[in-house]
Every structure is written in structure tokens, then in C-alpha cells.
């Protein structure tokens, strides 16, 4: 009954209007998105907020590297 020790990772979100943060383009990259128009039709991250377009490409890479190597 320790509850309050466990650590627990904390969500960035990336695009207010969608509420989009960094875990959902995680899953998104994880359920095969690749490009951002994948990653935009998973998650419509970006497209009333374009500001966050580049935050978005750069965790597209980063995950994609991290979970698949390319």
C-alpha cells in the first residue's frame, strides 16, 4: 500500500487544440505510423496547431530509431 513510491511517467503534450501529447505519437509510431501524414491521421496532431509540426517530426524519428532502428 505504497501507492505514493511509484514513479510514474508524465505525458508532454505536444498539440493543445487536440490534446495530442508524446505518448500518443509513441503509440502511433508502434501501430506502424512512419511519416508524419501517418502519424496525423492517427492522432490529427498538428493540423489546427501547424507551431508543433516540427516538435512532432522530430519524436517521429526519435521513436522510430528507438523502437526500429532506422
Do not use: H
Amino acid at each position: 500500500e505504497q501507492y505514493n513510491r511509484i514513479i510514474t511517467e508524465s505525458k508532454r503534450v505536444i498539440d493543445p487544440n487536440t490534446k495530442t501529447t508524446d505518448v500518443d505519437i509513441e503509440e502511433a509510431v508502434l501501430d506502424g505510423a512512419r511519416t508524419l501524414q501517418d502519424v496525423q491521421k492517427k492522432t490529427k496532431v498538428g493540423i489546427g496547431y501547424p507551431e508543433c509540426i516540427p516538435e512532432v517530426e522530430e519524436l517521429i524519428r526519435f521513436y522510430t530509431e528507438k523502437y526500429f532502428g532506422n
